[in-house]
């Protein structure tokens, strides 16, 4: 019996490997022929215009975040990153490729130490093995759900949305941490910190952050018995970050440009709930979570006889946690847009949130039906064959499955040299718009391939159009426009 388990969980690690280099590599080789597009130059005019008065970055990104605060929006954090790190400006091209391939390493590690932290601390599974096991079924799952180019591939993506979510589940699992370890105050801290940075994002990330935060506070105080000021600060500074992002004079300018600029609660709250039934529905029904859901039940149901011991209550409860956690995450969208309106960057922050609360109410329901069946040794022999069986059907109906994987296209886009092509395409017009000598400049050329993975810079033949306004400011001409030949 020993000797089988320890040959079924080596190959699922084997097979764990193998899922998440497939799901990650891509992805990071893709940075290595990502362009600058729309927004990225408008944010590098701005610093290179107060770098060219005499101000260092950090003063001139503290001067224009105020100054978007004002009349912008409340994202402190995100645009303090911006200008801070302006990789357009010191480095060119491979500054924004590195920065977008940190970003892509740093939030897969974070999810993998957050999955980590939940297992170990309540669902007291201790070993490695089976936390990177749903580490790479989570990794698989929202890698292929949507396309990411805004998240991954782009800039100003990267630092509004992708670097605050990572700050996000890096929080969570520090207070969880400090809760559970309760003389660590180096946890309390590190919560504290990255609670303020991620508040600092949009207000999606705000809203997320502060409701779990104010969960594991709760739960803290009902299952732990603490009642520190300590952890009432750990919510509260977050909060007041949120607070401050909410209150900002920018959002409201920006707010007036949408719809009659009036702020309809009860109908942005409608809006909410309909953007979490339409996602949940779709990342049920249209993509492979169902498969990968039976996958982690079966992983529960095997690992539970020795795990925390789960209340049947639980399920009454996670559910309509999860479920508020998502409305109130939406609902600064809805109330912003007027509308059940949301971006694709927006439903990427949707989609981890899901996939994270599914995965593990999968992995609880899994212990709890293990745990009423434990003293039938058949039944638990069976498990280990549910779950390799599952397993192995996942990833079959995932390779086979005709709806088009993020991955898969990725993988296509290297093997015919689109990414190639889309990024030499792309770096022969900017190099001819920066060295030629005329102010207005015309470039015609074949057109790049549509990679669908990466943003376009998304240049057109009108020189009036902003996007070609912001490059013409950014390389000092007067017009830029870009035709295409054929």
Known sequence: MNRNKSIIFKVICVVSCFLL????????????????????????????EKIGEGKGYFVSAVILTLESYFTWQGTYFCN??????????????????????ISILFF??????????????????????KSAFLFSVIVCVI?????????????????????????????????????????????????????????????????????????????????KKLHTKKLIIAFGIPLLGAIINVCAPGNFVRHGSIGDGKLHMMEALNYAIQIMVNEIRYVLFETDMIVFLLVIIAMGYVVGKNGQQIKARLFFILLPM???????????VALGYSSNYMEPRGYFVLDTL???????????????????????????????????????????????????KPVRLCIENSNNDYFVRFSNTWEDIFRQIETSDEKNVLVETNPAPDTKILRTPDLSSDPSYWV???????????????????
Request: charged share 10%; net charge positive; hydrophobic share 50%.
């Open 143 to 223: 890698s292929n759900l949507r396309i990411p180019s805004e998240n991954y591939f782009w800039y100003n993506g990267v630092c509004a949305y992708t670097i605050p979510l990572t700050f996000a589940l890096l929080g969570v699992q520090f207070l969880i941490k400090y809760i559970v370890e309760k003389q660590k105050n180096i946890y309390w801290w590190a919560a504290i910190f990255l609670g303020i940075a991620a508040c600092g994002g949009t207000l999606q990330h705000a809203a997320f952050l502060c409701y779990v935060y104010l969960c594991l506070v709760m739960w803290a105080w009902k299952s």
């Open 322 to 332: 999860l479920c508020g956690g998502l409305i109130i995450s939406n609902f600064p």
């Open 21 to 48: 280099l497939y799901n990650i590599l891509p992805y990071l080789y893709a940075t290595s022929f990502v362009m600058p597009s729309a927004d990225d130059f408008g944010f590098s005019n701005s610093i290179k």
């Open 354 to 404: 899901i996939t994270i609360g599914v995965l593990f109410a999968g992995l609880a329901f899994g212990s709890y039906f293990s745990q009423k069946l434990r003293s039938i040794k058949f039944v638990y022999i069976a498990g280990y064959i549910l779950l390799m069986s599952l397993f192995g059907a996942g990833c079959l109906i995932s390779v086979r499955s005709d709806r088009i």
């Open 80 to 101: 303090f990153l911006l200008y801070l790190t302006a990789p357009f400006v010191r480095y060119g091209i491979w500054g924004i490729r590195g920065l977008c391939f």
């Open 108 to 129: 897969y590690v974070s999810l993998y130490y957050l999955v980590k932290c939940v297992m170990e601390n309540y669902f007291h599974i201790k070993e490695r093995l």
């Open 468 to 486: 070609n306004v912001v490059v013409a400011e950014y390389y000092d001409k007067e017009t830029v426009s870009v035709v295409w030949l054929k």
